[in-house]
């Protein structure tokens, strides 16, 4: 056997042992059964014998960590979706406000169709902004527009309707990396968003799988999607009511908060005033200082880009977007239609 011979024999040994090694290797997800790997024959040594009490919460099991009577409130958190030490992070918003960079969304307002979303996430924009609070869609769509080209420069990002679990679920199961929830007025209620964003033992988020675990999502990524995903989730929550504005400093100091975003428009809306007059702006301040004094992002509309301290912004909808296109592709030559004398189109 020539040499030749004998480097593509050992070449096409490598790889068919990768390839063994990749089908051996279990695709991502959050399957409550890929721990059984063998149903009917696996063998489970520290289960309660059957039929017996096994005394499980007054005693704990040989070996174990958290010892005597159970309690939920002392319990010590175990390292099994801890992140691999050195991980990096893979969200490009998140490492954007890490660096103090300014970050846009781009807002998707009406759209369904695939095609369009991916247009606006292939646009330049650091996130897609879904609106879901104001939006007439469901979350299928989302979830179909997001899993079409889901490694677009700007990331999976949602405004939620309202603070409740299922939204949160549905939002994040999917993929979104950045979350914004609206008209947050309480701590409790800021806490409650946080619980529900983030994987044990920051919050209470539920491992019940979704997309977001798929390889063409977030699967592959370096440290894992369950290990490293509180570590690079974006999570804004949004002044604007008055109560909202009373108690900003203390629910932006929430752990797991990353951003509160100052309600242009809804703030004039509950307070009477509109930009520019010193009642708005006094609000408008008074979020500002609760992001300085927090240490947090401070959001607002892209006209405020120029603001001090505000780094991160939403643009306007798709919708806008295709006309400021098409007036700038045309030019002198917008909106010169002919004129006719009769018909629905007289002028």
């Given at each position: 056997m020539n040499n030749n011979l004998l480097k593509f024999t050992f070449s096409l040994s490598l790889a068919v042992a990768s390839l063994a090694t990749y089908a051996q290797t279990p695709a991502p997800n959050a399957d409550p059964y890929a721990d059984n790997a063998n149903p009917g024959a696996t063998a489970f040594p520290l289960a309660a014998p059957a039929g017996v009490d096994s005394g499980a919460s007054r005693r704990a099991l040989e070996g174990a960590a958290n010892t005597g009577r159970f309690n939920a409130s002392r319990w010590n958190y175990g390292d099994r979706f801890e992140a691999p030490p050195g991980a990096s992070i893979w969200n490009p918003v998140k490492a954007k406000m890490l660096e103090g960079g300014k970050v846009t969304a781009g807002t998707?307002?009406?759209?369904?169709?695939?095609?369009?979303?991916?247009?606006?996430?292939?646009?330049?924009?650091?996130?897609?902004?879904?609106?879901?609070?104001?939006?007439?869609?469901?979350?299928?769509?989302?979830?179909?527009?997001?899993?079409?080209?889901?490694?677009?420069?700007?990331?999976?990002?949602?405004?939620?309707?309202?603070?409740?679990?299922?939204?949160?679920?549905?939002?994040?199961?999917?993929?979104?990396?950045?979350?914004?929830?609206?008209?947050?007025?309480?701590?409790?209620?800021?806490?409650?968003?946080?619980?529900?964003?983030?994987?044990p033992p920051l919050g209470r988020r539920s491992n019940g799988g979704?997309?977001?675990?798929?390889?063409?999502?977030?699967?592959?990524?370096?440290?894992?999607?369950?290990?490293?995903?509180?570590?690079?989730?974006?999570?804004?929550?949004?002044?604007?009511?008055?109560?909202?504005?009373?108690?900003?400093?203390?629910?932006?100091?929430?752990?797991?908060?990353?951003?509160v975003f100052a309600a242009s428009g809804d703030l004039g809306n509950f307070s009477g005033y509109r930009q520019g007059e010193p009642d708005y702006e006094r609000l408008i301040n008074?979020?500002?200082?609760?992001?300085?004094?927090?240490g947090v992002r401070l959001c607002g509309a892209l006209a405020w880009r120029d603001r001090p301290d505000f780094t991160c912004f939403q643009a306007g909808s798709e919708t806008a977007a295709i006309a400021r296109g098409a007036r700038m592709e045309l030019g002198e030559l917008a909106n010169t239609q002919g004129n006719v004398a009769a018909g629905p189109l007289a002028k």
């Open positions: 998707i307002f009406a759209a369904t169709d695939p095609s369009t979303y991916c247009a606006m996430a292939n646009a330049g924009y650091d996130f897609t902004w879904m609106e879901m609070q104001h939006g007439q869609r469901d979350w299928e769509y989302v979830s179909r527009m997001w899993r079409t080209c889901p490694h677009a420069g700007a990331v999976p990002g949602v405004r939620i309707a309202y603070t409740d679990e299922r939204e949160i679920q549905h939002a994040l199961d999917a993929g979104a990396l950045v979350l914004v929830v609206p008209t947050v007025d309480t701590v409790e209620e800021a806490q409650e968003i946080v619980d529900w964003t983030y994987f979704g997309q977001a675990f798929a390889r063409e999502m977030w699967g592959t990524v370096p440290g894992g999607y369950r290990n490293t995903i509180n570590d690079n989730l974006v999570l804004i929550l949004m002044i604007e009511t008055l109560e909202g504005v009373q108690n900003a400093a203390e629910i932006a100091k929430i752990p797991g908060v990353s951003a008074i979020v500002h200082d609760a992001a300085i004094g927090a």
